[in-house]
């Protein structure tokens, strides 16, 4: 059976790492019988300073971030526009895994299927062609402005549609269940921001972090990363 009512998501992020880094951006496209009904765009405030890499990759600036909401602010909205769909998405599991790790934070629960567009690219196509989303919209004619989500959902959406017309098997193209595993971070506590405070003041550090919006595991990386810069 054909997959003709989903979501699509992508995520620009500060980095790789779902456990370590955080969501900038948010995009979705709401499809069905095939057509886009409805989109989501929404920046969001990281709680950290943006990496110049990260800037070139999406063009997305500091002060482009300037007064957004942090994720937590807009999560209702993000998972109302998502309900209970199945989510498509090039390396979906990535932009899942995101997703998921602010849920879980949040006590919240979030569990759903999802269609992968780039296992489908490496099972159907050529293994000597590049299958990141800009090459295959290359090969398939899909118009992209590359590394801005709302612009890699409308490309992936197009891709999906592309790939399932052209190689479709119910086996390969059946939803899958999404896993990803993570326990709940806990906020920074008293004794630990009043330490980082410190530390700061005392190195004369700027900090990368919004403090009051970091996790213990976070406000202790930071902690090790600044002594082994500066010293205990």
Request: aromatic share 8%; charged share 35%; proline share 5%.
């Given at each position: 059976?054909?997959?003709?009512?989903?979501?699509?998501?992508?995520?620009?992020?500060?980095?790789?790492?779902?456990?370590?880094?955080?969501?900038?951006?948010?995009?979705?496209?709401?499809?069905?019988?095939?057509?886009?009904?409805?989109?989501?765009?929404?920046?969001?405030?990281?709680?950290?300073?943006?990496?110049?890499?990260?800037?070139?990759?999406?063009?997305?600036?500091?002060?482009?971030?300037?007064?957004?909401?942090?994720?937590?602010?807009?999560?209702?909205?993000?998972?109302?526009?998502?309900?209970?769909?199945?989510l498509i998405g090039h390396r979906i599991?990535?932009?899942?895994?995101?997703?998921?790790?602010?849920?879980?934070?949040?006590?919240?629960?979030?569990?759903?299927?999802?269609?992968?567009?780039?296992?489908?690219?490496?099972?159907?196509?050529?293994?000597?062609?590049?299958?990141?989303?800009?090459?295959?919209?290359?090969?398939?004619?899909?118009?992209?402005?590359?590394?801005?989500?709302?612009?890699?959902?409308?490309?992936?959406?197009?891709?999906?549609?592309?790939?399932?017309?052209?190689?479709?098997?119910?086996?390969?193209?059946?939803?899958?269940?999404?896993?990803?595993?993570?326990?709940?971070?806990?906020?920074?506590?008293?004794?630990?921001?009043?330490?980082?405070?410190?530390?700061?003041?005392?190195?004369?550090?700027?900090?990368?972090?919004?403090?009051?919006?970091?996790?213990?595991?976070?406000?202790?990386?930071?902690?090790?990363?600044?002594?082994?810069?500066?010293?205990?």
């Amino acid at each position: 059976m054909m997959t003709q009512d989903y979501t699509v998501i992508d995520l620009e992020t500060t980095g790789l790492d779902p456990k370590k880094e955080r969501i900038i951006q948010v995009g979705a496209v709401k499809v069905r019988q095939d057509q886009i009904v409805d989109r989501l765009d929404i920046l969001i405030a990281p709680g950290k300073k943006l990496e110049e890499r990260i800037t070139e990759l999406t063009g997305i600036r500091e002060q482009d971030l300037e007064g957004k909401p942090y994720i937590e602010e807009v999560l209702s909205e993000i998972l109302e526009f998502l309900g209970q769909d199945i989510l498509i998405g090039h390396r979906i599991l990535f932009d899942y895994s995101f997703l998921k790790k602010v849920c879980t934070n949040q006590k919240i629960p979030f569990e759903r299927k999802g269609i992968d567009t780039l296992k489908l690219a490496r099972r159907y196509l050529p293994p000597e062609e590049k299958k990141n989303l800009p090459n295959l919209c290359k090969r398939y004619e899909i118009e992209y402005t590359p590394h801005r989500a709302l612009e890699d959902a409308l490309a992936t959406h197009t891709l999906y549609q592309k790939l399932r017309a052209d190689f479709f098997e119910e086996e390969t193209f059946a939803p899958k269940p999404l896993l990803f595993k993570f326990k709940k971070g806990s906020p920074i506590t008293k004794a630990q921001k009043e330490r980082l405070l410190e530390t700061l003041q005392r190195h004369g550090i700027e900090s990368q972090y919004d403090i009051a919006t970091m996790t213990k595991n976070e406000a202790s990386r930071y902690l090790d990363q600044i002594a082994a810069t500066f010293g205990r």
